[in-house]
């Protein structure tokens, strides 16, 4: 089954924008808290941002200033704003569902999306 959906990725400019949008079916993020992460070739999965069930969000330090983690007012669709984008923020990137914060943060015990891949160009 396929509960979380990522699309808006695509080929970008460096120094351009994009945003990202994770579309939930069955549930929404009410009440719980979801995430943005990502893998860049040849890489792990980073963490990128969590936004809680309060909508407080939290930031990677490395990219504070560049994302925005936040949801529509239905919190059926979540949402990854992308500034100032350099060759570096080419990766795959996808969103999950988590019961808490901490376990957002870890990427760990989440329902994930497949991603949505971003590339990058100088």
């Known amino acids: 089954e396929r509960q979380l959906v990522e699309s808006g990725g695509g080929l970008v400019q460096a120094g351009g924008s994009l945003r990202l949008s994770c579309a939930a079916s069955?549930?929404?993020?009410?009440?719980?808290?979801a995430g943005w992460f990502r893998r860049a070739p040849g890489k792990g999965r980073e963490w990128i941002a969590c936004?809680?069930?309060?909508?407080?969000?939290s930031y990677a330090d490395s990219l504070k200033g560049q994302f925005t983690i936040f949801t529509d007012w239905t919190k059926k669709t979540l949402y990854l704003q992308m500034n100032n984008l350099t060759t570096e923020d080419t990766a795959v990137y996808s969103c999950?569902?988590?019961?808490?914060?901490?376990?957002?943060?870890?990427?760990?015990?989440?329902?994930w999306g497949q991603g949505t891949r971003v590339t990058v160009s100088s």
């Open positions: 999950a569902r988590f019961g808490d914060e901490t376990n957002c943060r870890r990427g760990e015990f989440g329902s």
């Open positions: 936004i809680d069930s309060d909508d407080r969000p």
């Open positions: 069955a549930y929404t993020f009410h009440g719980y808290t």
